[in-house]
């Protein structure tokens, strides 16, 4: 059963930065993805960014691309989503997420995460 575990989340001013991590345990396959989600007060969730394990390969969401960057540490079993230039419209709660593949393919953010963490709380404000 894998497990997953986010952690960074906090209280930050608009235009600075945080870095998410997502501690994941219990891996029953070498190809999977990952993926960062989030939830507003009041809407829906929103897939942000995804990374699959086989290539690297990544995806951002386009209320993103440019500010967040996606990376994974294999030796830590560690997933990263480096946050700058946060401003209030990315205040939420932040989830990482994550399924398995058969065979190496590049990760979807728009599809079922089957294992999800706890989430943490990312809070942009002056």
């Known amino acids: 059963q894998l497990q997953l575990v986010e952690s960074g989340g906090g209280l930050v001013q608009p235009g600075g930065s945080l870095r998410l991590s997502c501690a994941a345990s219990?891996?029953?396959?070498?190809?999977?993805?990952i993926g960062w989600f989030r939830q507003a007060p009041g809407k829906e969730r929103e897939g942000v960014s995804c990374?699959?394990?086989?290539?690297?390969?990544?995806y951002y969401a386009d209320s993103v691309k440019g500010r967040f960057t996606i990376s994974g540490d294999n030796a830590k079993n560690t997933v990263y989503l480096q946050m700058n230039r946060l401003t209030p419209e990315d205040t939420a709660v932040y989830y990482c997420?994550?399924?398995?593949?058969?065979?190496?393919?590049?990760?979807?953010?728009?599809?079922?995460?089957?294992?999800w963490g706890q989430g943490t709380q990312v809070t942009v404000s002056s």
């Open positions: 990374i699959s394990s086989s290539d690297g390969y990544t």
């Open positions: 219990g891996f029953t396959s070498d190809y999977y993805a």
């Open positions: 997420a994550a399924y398995f593949t058969r065979v190496p393919a590049m990760c979807v953010i728009r599809t079922e995460y089957d294992y």
